[in-house]
């Protein structure tokens, strides 16, 4: 069994050998087996993804938490990065001015 799409819209559709410009033919099974496997496809791609709205908005605002989160430690990190570089720094000049006192003591006889 075929369908047939006719341009001409007459109310006697016509069986076309070749496909025109003007109408398209379609297995009757095929067409059904399509919009099936469209179906199934659609419908398993809606169970995988498919969040209820309240869920989806409470992950949203989880996610933009988490975000926050992230953004402080990130900061922190940061400013403990400057206090370490900043007690090397001390510590290093303190290394050397002791460094520079031992060098000037007289040294003793053993």
Do not use: W
């Amino acid at each position: 069994m075929y369908l047939l799409f006719d341009v001409h819209a007459n109310d006697n559709p016509v069986k076309y050998d070749n496909l025109s410009k003007y109408s398209l033919l379609f297995s009757n099974k095929q067409l059904e087996s399509e919009i099936e496997a469209s179906r199934s496809l659609i419908q398993s791609d809606k169970e995988q993804h498919h969040i209820p709205q309240g869920k989806e908005s409470v992950q949203e605002k989880k996610i933009l938490s988490q975000e926050n989160k992230i953004q402080r430690l990130n900061d922190k990190v940061q400013d403990l990065r400057r206090q370490l570089v900043q007690c090397r720094n001390e510590n290093h000049v303190e290394l050397m001015e002791l460094v520079t006192e031992l060098d000037q003591l007289p040294l003793s006889g053993v």
